[in-house]
T-cell receptor
Framework: SQQGEEDPQALSIQEGENATMNCSYK?????LQWYRQNSGRGLVHLIL?????REKHSGRLRVTLDTSKKSSSLLITASRAADTASYFC??????????FGTGTRLQVTL | DTAVSQTPKYLVTQMGNDKSIKCEQN?????MYWYKQDSKKFLKIMFS???????INETVPNRFSPKSPDKAHLNLHINSLELGDSAVYFC???????????FGQGTRLTVV
């Protein structure tokens, strides 16, 4: 299958809590990216982590990459209602394409 | 200014018809893509073009024919539409194949 696995499929938290989403993949990668998709909208790039990097930060986002376990995680700290969206990881390998995971639907409630 | 724009945003058509979706990017990128997102939100790549040349064709039925008149445009023509073609189609572009991709807002295609 082209799809990586993401878990959980759905996550519901309260505002102010942290949200952690995980992504696993099967083949070697050049880099791994995370995207957000608000309902009815296109995808927005959040962060890119290269295969030789282990951790990257951007604002309230923290991404880790473990190539030995072929997995990545996205942590959103101090979540806000506006973070409600679907989050996708996307892998790039040797070919010029992004292969997306199955996505995690995050719901942040007040 | 919209970076990646695709038209139309919504498309409702009958089975058997032929339709086109247009995509344009003003980012100066050399790689463009078409993705299909189904009702379960799975995103699957269909085509990738680099400098007007097709580099990825992911076993898409030949009813789907992409056309890239120049590196800023990648259009998708679909012949003999089927019910299963109903989905949201996203155009995207990137500077190189392995870098950040910018997505259009999507075209929701409904075949009735």
């Amino acid at each position: 299958s082209q799809q990586g696995e993401e878990d959980p499929q759905a996550l519901s938290i309260q505002e102010g809590e942290n949200a952690t989403m995980n992504c696993s993949y099967k083949t070697s990668i050049n880099n791994l990216q995370w995207y957000r998709q608000n309902s009815g909208r296109g995808l927005v790039h959040l962060i890119l982590i290269r295969s030789n990097e282990r951790e990257k930060h951007s604002g309230r986002l923290r991404v880790t990459l473990d190539t030995s376990k072929k997995s990545s995680s996205l942590l959103i700290t101090a979540s806000r209602a506006a973070d409600t969206a679907s989050y996708f990881c996307a892998k790039t390998g040797t070919a010029s394409k992004l292969t997306f995971g199955t996505g995690t639907r995050l719901q942040v409630t007040l | 200014d919209t970076a990646v724009s695709q038209t139309p945003k919504y498309l409702v058509t009958q089975m058997g018809n032929d339709k086109s979706i247009k995509c344009e990017q003003n980012l100066g990128h050399d790689t463009m893509y078409w993705y299909k997102q189904d009702s379960k939100k799975f995103l699957k790549i269909m085509f990738s073009y680099n400098n007007k040349e097709l580099i990825i064709n992911e076993t898409v039925p030949n009813r789907f024919s992409p056309k890239s008149p120049d590196k800023a445009h990648l259009n998708l023509h679909i012949n003999s539409l089927e019910l299963g073609d109903s989905a949201v189609y996203f155009c995207a572009s990137s500077l190189k194949g392995n870098t950040e991709a910018f997505f259009g807002q999507g075209t929701r295609l409904t075949v009735v």
